[in-house]
C-alpha cells in the first residue's frame, strides 16, 4: 500500500492520474461517495478488490485523510489478501498519524512525502546531490562540483518569492498574494478539522501569519503566546498540526550525543518561501539593494533549508539536518551523515564572501563540538561563483542546488574512500595492495595506529591512584583535580552536608562511594 502526503496545491491528485493506471478512483471529496463509504467501509472497498482482483491494478482514494475509520478496514482487506500495491491513497496529512485512525497499519504501507516543486525541478534540472558530493571526497574543492547554473541576484529573489505550488508561482504579484491568503484560509478551514479540533480558527490564522515572520529562527513558545494571547498548551497543539499539514518544519538542535539531539529550541521554517513572502505582505520589490537584508537573510536561509530537505530521498547516504547556536556563535543547518560525517552550512544574504564568514564554521569544525567529526564548510551566496577558501571550505552560489544533470553525472571525478585503495595510482596500488597510511598494512591496522597515536582526550584518574578493578581509590582533592565521578559526588555531598557530618566508606566491590550518616 501507497500513502502519498504533502501539503495541499503540491499536485498529488494530478501526479497520480498521470502516473499511475487505477482499476478505480476514488475521490472523497464526493459526498455521496464519502457518505456510502463512512456507513460501511470495509463492505465497500472488500467489494471493489474483489471485482479488479484480476487486473493488478491498484485502487486509488483521494483526500483519504477526510475518513479517518477506513484505516480498519484496509487492514483487514491487506491481511486477507497479500496483493502489493493494492491502494494508493492520497491526502494532506498522513492519516495513520491522526487520532481518529482505529489502526496504524505499521509494515504494510509505505510513506512518501510530496514537497512543492524544487529549483531543480522548475530549472528542468537534476536532484541536488550536493550533500553526497561533499561526503564523498576528502579534499573537496571546486573541481569536484558541476559548473553552477548562470543567474543574476534578480533571479534568486524571484525564485524565493514565488515559492513552488505549481498553480500559483506563474501568478503575478498581486493575484498570486491574494490566492496564497486564500489558501492558508482554506487550510484553516477545511483541512485542520480531520487532524484536530481547533475552537479558535482566528487565533490559528494569526499565529500562521506570526510563523511566516519568524521563520529562520528559533521557536521561542513564550514570545508566540504573547504576541496571540494564548497559553502554551494551545499553541503547542496549533504546532503540531501545522507540522502534520507540512506548513512548518521544526529543525532540532544539533549536539554531539545523539541521545540528545533535538531536545533544545528547535528552528522554525516555512516550507515554501514563497507563501511565507506573501503572508509578509513581501514581494520582489521587498528585497532591493536598500532592503533590509536580515529579512532576506532568514528567506534565504528557509529556501536552502527546504531544497536540502527535497533533495534527501534521492542521495544515496542517510542524512539528518539539524542547526546549531551557541552564543555568539551559529551555524544555519549542520547535515549529518553515518560514519561521523558533518557539512555544515551558513547562508549570505550577498553577491561578495570573504574568510571572515567562515569564523564560526572553522570554530565548530576544529576547536568546538565537531573537532572529532569529518567535515566541511560551506556558505551559500548570492553570487555566481565557486570559491574556495582553503581545504574543505568552499563558497557556493545559489545556483548549485539546480545544477545538477538529471543523470547524476557531475564534472567531477567519483573518488572512493582513502582506505579502499581503488582511488590509488597503479604504482601505489602495487606498493600497497590493501590500501591504508602504510605499504602491505590493512586499512584496520592502519586506522588503529592512527587512533594509538591521537592524544585522548578523556578524563582520567591520577597515575599514583590507578588500580586493575573498577573501584579506584578515591582522590585527593587538595593535591589533584578529581575525575567525573568524584565530581558528581562532591556535588551530592556538598547538597547533603546541612544534614550532618558525611563520612566517606568503601566497599570492595562497589563502583561508586555513597555517604553516610554519622550516628
Known amino acids: 500500500m501507497i500513502n502519498i502526503v504533502g501539503p495541499r496545491q503540491t499536485g498529488k491528485t ?27 467501509p470495509y463492505g465497500q472497498l472488500s467489494t471493489l478488490s474483489s471485482e479488479i482482483s484480476q487486473t493488478g491494478l491498484p485502487i486509488v482514494i483521494d483526500e483519504v485523510q477526510r475518513l479517518p475509520q477506513i ?119 477545511r483541512d485542520i478539522a480531520p487532524v484536530a479540533e481547533i475552537r479558535r480558527p482566528d487565533t490559528l490564522r494569526r499565529m500562521i501569519n506570526q510563523l511566516a515572520h519568524r521563520t529562520a529562527e528559533e521557536l521561542n513558545v513564550t514570545s508566540l503566546c504573547s504576541a496571540l494571547g494564548a497559553r502554551k498548551e494551545t499553541v503547542n497543539n496549533y504546532l503540531d498540526v501545522l507540522s502534520r499539514l507540512g506548513i512548518v518544519h521544526r529543525l532540532g538542535a544539533w549536539t554531539a550525543s545523539g541521545a540528545r539531539k533535538e531536545v533544545r529550541s528547535p528552528k522554525l521554517h516555512f516550507m515554501d518561501t514563497g507563501c511565507a513572502t506573501a503572508l509578509r505582505g513581501e ?36 542524512w539528518d539536518l539539524y542547526h546549531w547556536r551557541y552564543a555568539p556563535r ?38 568546538g563540538p565537531g573537532k572529532s567529526y569529518k ?63 602504510a605499504p602491505g598494512v590493512r586499512p584496520c591496522v592502519s586506522r588503529i595506529r592512527r587512533l594509538a597515536r591521537r592524544p585522548s582526550r578523556r578524563r582520567t584518574w591520577p597515575r599514583d591512584r590507578q588500580a586493575h578493578h573498577r573501584a579506584p581509590r578515591w582522590p585527593d582533592f587538595g593535591r589533584q583535580r578529581a575525575g567525573c565521578r568524584c565530581a558528581i559526588l562532591f556535588r551530592a555531598a556538598a547538597r547533603q552536608r546541612t544534614q550532618g557530618e558525611l563520612r566517606y566508606r568503601r566497599h570492595e566491590r562497589a563502583s561508586a562511594w555513597r555517604p553516610v550518616h554519622r550516628a
Open 71 to 189: 484505516t480498519l478496514a484496509l487492514k483487514r482487506i491487506v491481511d486477507r489478501d497479500r496483493r502489493v500495491g493494492q491502494f494508493v491513497l492520497t491526502g494532506s496529512s498522513n492519516i495513520f498519524t491522526l487520532p481518529r485512525a482505529l489502526d496504524s497499519l505499521a509494515g504494510r504501507v509505505s510513506t512518501l512525502t510530496l514537497r512543492p516543486l524544487s529549483a531543480a525541478e522548475i530549472r528542468r534540472a537534476g536532484p541536488c546531490r550536493l550533500l553526497d558530493v561533499v561526503a564523498g571526497e576528502s579534499s573537496l574543492s571546486a573541481k569536484h562540483l558541476p559548473a553552477p547554473a548562470p543567474f543574476q541576484r534578480s533571479d534568486a529573489i524571484d525564485l524565493l518569492v514565488r515559492g513552488g505550488f505549481p498553480e500559483i508561482r506563474p501568478l503575478e504579484d498581486r493575484e498570486r498574494m491574494a490566492r496564497y491568503d486564500s489558501y492558508v484560509n482554506s487550510i484553516v478551514e
Open 14 to 40: 494530478t501526479l497520480v492520474r498521470d502516473m499511475v493506471e487505477a482499476a478505480r478512483f476514488l475521490d472523497l471529496d464526493d459526498e455521496s461517495l464519502f457518505a456510502s463509504l463512512a456507513l460501511d
Open 375 to 437: 567535515g566541511a564548510a560551506s556558505v551559500i551566496y548570492l553570487g555566481d561563483q565557486v570559491l574556495s577558501f582553503g581545504p574543505g571550505r568552499l563558497a557556493l552560489p545559489l545556483s548549485i542546488l539546480w545544477s545538477f544533470s538529471s543523470s547524476g553525472a557531475t564534472n567531477a571525478r567519483s573518488k572512493p574512500h582513502a582506505d579502499s585503495g581503488y582511488g590509488l595510482s597503479r604504482r601505489r596500488r602495487q606498493r600497497n595492495p590493501h590500501g591504508g597510511s
Open 330 to 367: 551559529e551555524i544555519d543547518i549542520v547535515a549529518q551523515a553515518p560514519g561521523r560525517m558533518l557539512v555544515l552550512f551558513e547562508m549570505k544574504a550577498s553577491t561578495s564572501v570573504d574568510a571572515d564568514d567562515f569564523r564560526h564554521l572553522d570554530w565548530f569544525l576544529k576547536e
Open 283 to 318: 514581494d520582489a520589490a521587498s528585497f532591493g539593494l536598500r532592503a533590509d537584508p536580515v529579512a532576506l537573510g532568514h528567506i534565504l536561509e528557509s529556501f536552502v533549508f527546504c531544497e536540502l530537505e527535497k533533495s534527501l530521498p534521492f542521495l544515496k547516504r542517510r
